[in-house]
């Protein structure tokens, strides 16, 4: 059975750069598209960008210049970078994997989410 | 961008009944592309119905999606005691991908 697993820091300072990684265990990374999404209460459920396993990225255009996701097969993980962060990027992120059910896109899979707080 | 807009905002209902939520897109959009997914406190979404009407894989059959093209709907056709959550709906059919709001289904 496939999981996902998010790591990183839970507290960030202002202006300092998000750092998380997503762990795919159960099975390969390989063949699909890999996604972040955060949940805030200000601004809901909120579509960050994804990355195909061969490395080709779509991100969120309100976010576009602060993000970078990639992906390391090797290790079966992918990795979200955010930027000059501020407390309005404080959420509960989320890793996630779109389906393979062509013509239908959908997240199939989700991790459990970690919660990132911007503070000083 | 795609804005959706669900409503009610929150639904009060008791277990056995039907609860009906919606869902509009600002621009039309392809059915294939409109999902609908269950969260629980502490949780994260869960996949219901994609492409607007099919179930995902182990969803009863109580859940059900229809509509097409700014109009969407998500029933429930009798609450059971675990489906008081709150549901999304998500749109993929331009970028940026976006949810609805919400729409809790509270315990009346």
């Known amino acids: 059975q496939v999981q996902l697993q998010e790591s990183g820091p839970g507290l960030v300072k202002p202006s300092e750069t998000l750092s998380l990684t997503c762990t795919v265990s159960?099975?390969?990374?390989?063949?699909?598209?890999w996604s972040w999404i955060r949940q805030s209460p200000g601004k809901g459920l909120e579509w960050i960008g994804f990355?195909?396993?061969?490395?080709?990225?779509n991100y969120n255009p309100s976010l576009k210049s602060r993000v970078t996701i990639s992906v390391d097969t090797s290790k079966n993980q992918f990795s979200l970078k955010l930027t000059s962060m501020t407390t309005a990027d404080t959420a509960v992120y989320y890793c996630?994997?779109?389906?393979?059910?062509?013509?239908?896109?959908?997240?199939?899979?989700w991790g459990r989410g970690t919660l990132v707080t911007v503070s000083s | 961008e795609n804005v959706l807009t669900q409503s009610p905002g929150t639904l009060s209902l008791s277990p056995g009944e039907r609860a009906t939520l919606f869902c509009r897109a600002s621009?039309?959009?392809?059915?294939?592309?409109l999902a609908w997914y269950q969260q629980k406190p502490g949780q994260a979404p869960r996949l219901l119905i994609y492409?607007?009407?099919n179930r995902a894989t182990g969803i009863p059959d109580r859940f059900s999606g229809s509509g097409s093209g700014t109009h969407f709907t998500l029933t429930i056709s009798r609450l059971e005691p675990e489906d008081f959550a709150v549901y999304y709906c998500q749109q993929y059919g331009s970028s940026p991908w976006t949810f609805g709001q919400g729409t809790k289904v509270e315990i009346k």
């Open positions: 996630g994997r779109l389906s393979l059910n062509s013509p239908y896109w959908y997240f199939d899979l």
């Open positions: 621009q039309s959009l392809n059915s294939y592309y």
């Open positions: 159960g099975g390969s990374i390989s063949s699909y598209y």
């Open positions: 492409g607007a009407s």
């Open positions: 990355i195909f396993y061969s490395g080709s990225t």
